[in-house]
């Protein structure tokens, strides 16, 4: 069965400095990796996904992530993090086996990113 | 324009009663779902419709039922309402029922059962 786990239920960072959200996966074939954005009172919106490739991939708002095989990780990062980037961030897989025509997308249960100034 | 859109916001209503979600989509999309958030913020698909016909179905309680009129169209109608169904309810949509697609989200409902 696959499932994505974000081990942090917060990250605290100071504004300007890098900013790091930690997913790990587990799916029985290649992983879809995505990683979604919720401001309060909003709809997730999309930020970036891995399907194959360069494991380094760039998504919206300078947000970038890494797939890390090896490790079934798939961490967000931001070289330089803004107050307004304060929010709840998803990270969710589904299994590629069969061009990801079966079963669900699957969500972490969210990690609160706080920025102070 | 409002690519996915949802219709009430806010739904405050008593246990018992029957309640309907509607859910618009003008992306051209084929694929459209349903999702339920819980108060602790986790999200878990609720239905899937790919072309208006229903391709998952998780384990949610059949007083909930989709209903797609049309591939823009999901409405979710549930019966009998109870109070643990208390939750955030958003729709989404994709191109195609293809995992490497991202998915698109409307705004949600808050459905408050009292």
């Known amino acids: 069965a696959q499932s994505v786990a974000q081990p942090e239920d917060q990250v605290n960072v100071a504004e300007g400095n890098p900013l790091t959200v930690k997913c790990t996966y587990s799916v029985s074939g290649n992983p879809y990796l995505f990683w979604y954005v919720q401001y309060p009172n909003r709809g997730l919106q999309f930020l970036l996904k891995?399907?194959?490739?360069?494991?380094l991939v760039k998504g919206s708002y300078g947000f970038e992530a890494e797939f890390n095989k090896s490790q079934t990780s798939f961490h967000l990062k931001k070289p330089s993090a803004l107050v307004s980037d304060s929010a709840l961030y998803f990270c969710?897989?589904?299994?590629?086996?069969?061009?990801?025509?079966?079963?669900?997308?699957?969500f972490g249960k969210g990690t609160k990113l706080s920025v102070k100034p | 324009d409002t690519a996915v859109s949802q219709t009430p916001k806010y739904l405050v209503t008593q246990m018992g009663n029957d309640k309907s979600i509607k859910c618009e989509q003008n992306l051209g999309h084929d694929t459209m779902y349903w999702y339920k958030q819980d108060s602790k913020k986790f999200l878990k698909i609720m239905f899937s419709?790919?072309?208006?016909?229903?391709?998952i179905n998780e384990t949610v309680p059949n007083r909930f039922s989709p209903k797609s009129p049309d591939k823009a169209h999901l409405n979710l109608h549930i019966n009998s309402l109870e109070l643990g169904d208390s939750a955030v309810y958003f729709c989404?949509?994709?191109?195609?029922?293809?995992?490497?697609?991202?998915?698109?989200f409307g705004p949600g409902t808050r459905l408050t059962v009292t």
């Open positions: 419709y790919n072309n208006k016909e229903l391709i």
């Open positions: 989404a949509s994709s191109p195609a029922d293809r995992g490497f697609y991202e998915q698109y």
């Open positions: 969710a897989v589904r299994d590629g086996a069969y061009g990801g025509s079966q079963g669900n997308l699957i």
């Open positions: 891995y399907i194959t490739g360069d494991n």
